[in-house]
T-cell receptor, first 111, second 115 residues
Framework: AQSVSQHNHHVILSEAASLELGCNYS??????LFWYVQYPGQHLQLLLK??????LVKGIKGFEAEFIKSKFSFNLRKPSVQWSDTADYFC?????????FGAGTRLTVKP | NAGVTQTPKFRVLKTGQSMTLLCAQD?????MYWYRQDPGMGLRLIHY???????AKGEVPDGYNVSRLKKQNFLLGLESAAPSQTSVYFC??????????????FGSGTRLTVV
């Protein structure tokens, strides 16, 4: 079965610092990839998605992610984080009929 | 459009009680999913459905049953609740067509506590 690994459980940054959250998956076939954000007490919201074309995907709120097929990775980046980016971030992989999530990374941005 | 609606939003059960969580979507999506979210474990797939009248097991199906009698509704049942089922439950529907709408829509969650 496919699985998704997020390497960082908790990341603490100061405002204006750059962000990169790692995501690796294990599945050899065609995949669709997603990053979701969950603000405290809220449900998941889509940040960005990749299903074909340019492997560098731009999402909402200044986030982007790069799909590197050879590395089975889909890392999330943001050049300059803000305090309002404090949230939990989930990578997800869809292959076939279901979608699997990573365990999530909690991002804390200090003002 | 309401999107994906989950009811109830909160529930406290005693061990051994049963209950049904309802997920309703008004987007005519074929695929629907039930996940549970636990601290440090992300979202884990319980059951899913690829169309009316069909269901399939996900990663953690034990202790749960589902039904998809109508396309717009996906029900998750707990026949005999256990404290290990204390969690936040999310429903999602999926659109697999082309374009910007491709992807999943999540409900706002149901927080279930089993005492």
């Amino acid at each position: 079965a496919q699985s998704v690994s997020q390497h960082n459980h908790h990341v603490i940054l100061s405002e204006a610092a750059s962000l990169e959250l790692g995501c690796n998956y294990s599945y050899g076939g065609t995949v669709n990839l997603f990053w979701y954000v969950q603000y405290p007490g809220q449900h998941l919201q889509l940040l960005l998605k990749y299903f074909s074309g340019d492997p560098l995907v731009k999402g909402i709120k200044g986030f982007e992610a790069e799909f590197i097929k050879s590395k089975f990775s889909f890392n999330l980046r943001k050049p300059s984080v803000q305090w309002s980016d404090t949230a939990d971030y989930f990578c997800a992989v869809n292959a076939g009929n279901d979608m699997r999530f990573g365990a999530g990374t909690r991002l804390t941005v200090k003002p | 459009n309401a999107g994906v609606t989950q009811t109830p939003k909160f529930r406290v059960l005693k061990t051994g009680q049963s209950m049904t969580l309802l997920c309703a979507q008004d987007m005519n999506h074929e695929y629907m999913y039930w996940y549970r979210q636990d601290p440090g474990m992300g979202l884990r797939l319980i059951h899913y459905s690829v169309g009316e009248g069909t269901t399939a097991k996900g990663e953690v199906p034990d202790g749960y049953n589902v039904s998809r009698l109508k396309k717009q509704n996906f029900l998750l049942g707990l026949e005999s609740a256990a404290p290990s089922q204390t969690s936040v439950y999310f429903c999602a529907s999926f659109f697999g067509g082309q374009g910007a709408s491709y992807g999943y829509t999540f409900g706002s969650g149901t927080r279930l506590t089993v005492v």
